[in-house]
T-cell receptor, first 114, second 108 residues
Framework: DAGVIQSPRHEVTEMGQEVTLRCKPI?????LFWYRQTMMRGLELLIYFNNNVPIDDSGMPEDRFSAKMPNASFSTLKIQPSEPRDSAVYFCASSLWGGNTEAFFGQGTRLTVV | DAKTTQPPSMDCAEGRAANLPCNHS???????VYWYRQIHSQGPQYIIH???NNETNEMASLIITEDRKSSTLILPHATLRDTAVYYC?????????FGTGTRLKVLA
């Protein structure tokens, strides 16, 4: 398996534009997590899914952020409209059974909003 | 999930054992202790986890105290490539909450 695949690896966009980050989890994994990492706040859990259903989105910062998982092999994190403070590295991770098995992380998407 | 406390930074000489402590005094009976590390700006990488017993794999050993209120991650022979931020996570639910971790620097 190629691991968790995220795209794009880098994204530069202008303030106000819509940004979509993509994630392909490891085949067979039931849980998918979206994290955001900044120098100031560290690694923050934004949302996680179980069997394509959002379970906990309490970490989503505001309504500008939305996440979907239309099928077991694909998830998106959308920011609309984007703001400079959204600049961060966004990681996607997947695991078999959530908190009691190891999670595998993608390489991240570095988002810069100018 | 229980809160964890780790020292912000540590140094270790190359070839020596690196012992990284973690305090989790509020851990409950069904919560596991996990260790991850993050090398530079890569995605976090799983190292090891345990519930009560000490655990060992090809990367490291995990020592959990009998009362489970603290643990130590041991890298037996640290190399320069082990320089990273190490995170101790306690969870009994289906999510991982990362703290600030310990920045380990392995010195040549």
């Amino acid at each position: 398996d190629a691991g968790v695949i995220q795209s794009p690896r880098h994204e530069v966009t202008e303030m106000g534009q819509e940004v979509t980050l993509r994630c392909k989890p490891i085949s067979g994994h039931d849980y998918l997590f979206w994290y955001r990492q900044t120098m100031m706040r560290g690694l923050e859990l934004l949302i996680y899914f179980n069997n394509n259903v959002p379970i906990d989105d309490s970490g989503m910062p505001e309504d500008r952020f939305s996440a979907k998982m239309p099928n077991a092999s694909f998830s998106t994190l959308k920011i609309q409209p984007s703001e400079p403070r959204d600049s961060a590295v966004y990681f996607c991770a997947s695991s078999l059974w959530g908190g009691n098995t190891e999670a595998f992380f993608g390489q991240g998407t570095r988002l810069t909003v100018v | 999930d229980a809160k964890t406390t780790q020292p912000p930074s540590m140094d270790c000489a190359e070839g020596r054992a690196a012992n990284l402590p973690c305090n989790h005094s509020t851990i409950s009976g069904n919560e596991y202790v996990y260790w991850y590390r993050q090398i530079h700006s890569q995605g976090p990488q799983y190292i090891i986890h345990g519930l009560k017993n000490n655990e060992t794999n090809e990367m490291a050993s995990l020592i959990i105290t009998e009362d489970r209120k603290s643990s130590t991650l041991i890298l037996p022979h640290a190399t320069l490539r082990d320089t990273a931020v190490y995170y101790c996570i306690v969870t009994g639910t289906y999510k991982y909450i990362f703290g600030t971790g310990t920045r380990l620097k392995v010195l040549a």
